[in-house]
């Protein structure tokens, strides 16, 4: 079964140095890869996808098929990215294959 | 134009009550999900409807819930007698397309749930 883990339910850095949020799943097919974000009191947002290859926010995450992993990295945090980050998978059929892992608080500490 | 909007924001029920929460998706957007996210969790499936077919509730916990969306468009998660173990933020979400990689999934508000 498809099963995504986050291995940190709490992570604290100071400004300006790097981070780097683990995701690790299990899917036997070619699954999509995303990280939504939660900042305080807003609602759950995507801050991006494998497909996309995009910079978020300086955020980067590559997907190594490999490992099965898919970790969140920004070279310099800032005290705005303080979230809650969830890593999710989607599967082929959309539906139950879509699976979130259980979160990791990110805090930027001043 | 707005985003998905669900009501009522805060519910409490009684033991045994009967609840309905109410999700209004994007205008357009053909794929909606609920979601159940208990404290300090992740939002875990609990049905997947494409337009008005509901294609995936294997994720729905017992036969006491039930979701609707009759039209396509608005959708309704009905929980029967609750339980004080359905205590929990409801939320939904919509997309423009379907299937993998069907887009981003754009998320409500929620509705925090709890039964006392």
């Known amino acids: 079964a498809q099963r995504v883990t986050q291995p940190e339910k709490l992570l604290s850095v100071f400004k300006g140095a790097p981070v780097e949020l683990k995701c690790n799943y299990s899917?036997?097919?070619?699954?999509?890869l995303f990280w939504y974000v939660q900042y305080s009191r807003q609602r759950l947002q995507l801050l991006l996808r494998h497909i996309s290859r995009e910079s978020i926010k300086g955020f980067t995450a590559d997907l190594n098929k490999g490992e099965t992993s898919f970790h969140l990295k920004k070279p310099f945090a800032q005290e705005e990215d303080s979230a809650m980050y969830y890593c999710?998978?989607?599967?082929?059929?959309?539906?139950?294959?879509?699976?979130f892992g259980p979160g990791t608080r990110l805090s930027v500490l001043p | 134009g707005a985003g998905v909007s669900q009501s009522p924001r805060y519910k409490v029920a009684k033991r045994g009550q009967d609840v309905a929460l109410r999700c209004d998706p994007i205008?357009?957007?053909?794929?909606l999900f609920w979601y159940q996210q208990a404290l300090g969790q992740g939002p875990e499936f609990l049905t997947y409807f494409q337009n008005e077919a509901q294609l995936d509730k294997s994720g729905l916990p017992s036969d006491r819930f039930f979701a609707e969306r009759p039209e396509g468009s608005v959708s309704t998660l009905k929980i029967q007698r609750t339980q004080q173990e359905d205590s929990a933020v409801y939320l939904c979400a919509s997309s423009l397309g379907w299937g993998q990689g069907a887009g981003e999934q754009y998320f409500g508000p929620g509705t925090r749930l709890t039964v006392t």
């Open positions: 899917y036997s097919g070619s699954p999509e």
């Open positions: 999710a998978l989607s599967g082929y059929n959309y539906g139950q294959n879509f699976v």
């Open positions: 205008s357009g957007h053909v794929s």
